[in-house]
DNA sequence: GTCTATACACCGATAGAC
DNA sequence: GTCTATCGGTGTATAGAC
């Protein structure tokens, strides 16, 4: 008996053309729309006829869930851990909403699909969603390390949406909101008690 | 010489099928999504073949302009005016916020096409985005009368912003962010130094 | 001016040959 | 797994009836 090979090439081989297939979906969205993305030109740029996609994903919903789930995945795995993070929870906070913020204005299309329900007829699958959970609960626990309420929770993210919503939506590629990051994060920290930062003249900037 | 009528019933017809034409999609947004609008069905819905659609309106984009604009202007001509708010600035800026957050949670389609930038290739034109810089500018004006500081606008529209679309995409129906909306206001008249509400225990909930 | 009829190029999706 | 052929749909242009 020779067993089952340790790898399976066959299966390697799809996912790296599915891979293929995202990133040339996701370069075609950058360029004219998340919701104008064409099939034909999807397979044209990864040298395939148009029907042959289907191998790959059953609908081009699938293939919108795909993308959703890899973005989720993306941010999860490079956002900053804990530990990377200043000891100042202020501090802290501060720069997880800037990651979190440059992450979603650097590619307005991923931001559509990944916090808006824009695709008429798409709603993410529960494991396409599951990405998206786990960055919720390690906002969750990293609440907990720096002394948040976890009741604050949809606070801060609504902030944070709302930031990223309206910098993408009426200054796309200025900082009109990216200037309000640290003043919404301040205010948010005034309101879940945080205590001041060391007044060390860098740490809580500007108003009081 | 008999002059021109003073009214132009030809004109008048036109205009009341245009917005014939816009009611009817935005039925059809509600039912199937922004997006997903087809011309077709829109004449359909009007009595028309499709093509006499472009006696009203130059493109579909021209008709989503259309939409952006009328959009905007409900809005702006229903909102509380600053007489019939109440006269503490805490509770104003709680029933204003609630006032927008409702207006763009009942209807999801027109909160996409009226705050975020989804249908690829279409940008409101300037005429279309007067009415929303009149909110914009109205809103000013509210601020000086409450005694909170200009530069705020934009922290105060993105906290708005983001309790809508937070509720819209990841609650929708349901209320989620909408118990977010008096927390968000009093983090925000705390963090721009509005003075406390009198302690009346109703003063900042209720009627005032 | 308003509308119909027709046509075109494109879309997502399917069937079936190889 | 990939192809060709094709289906019913889309937005939109245009010619011409009334």
Known sequence: MLGEPIKDRRAERHEATRAE???????IAREVGLAAIALREVARRVGMQAPSLYSYFASKNAMYDAMFAQAWSDIRDKKPSYDSLPTDPRAAIRQVAHYFFDWAVADPARYLLTSQRTIPGF?????????AVDVVNETVELFAHLGIPAD???LYTALVAGLCAQQVANDPGGDRWKKQVDPAMDAFCDYVGLPASKPRRTSSRGKR
Request: aromatic letters at 10%.
């Open 123 to 131: 709603e993410p699958s529960p494991e396409a969603y599951q990405p």
């Open 21 to 27: 297939i995202i990133d040339a979906a996701w370069a």
């Open 152 to 154: 604050a929770l949809d």
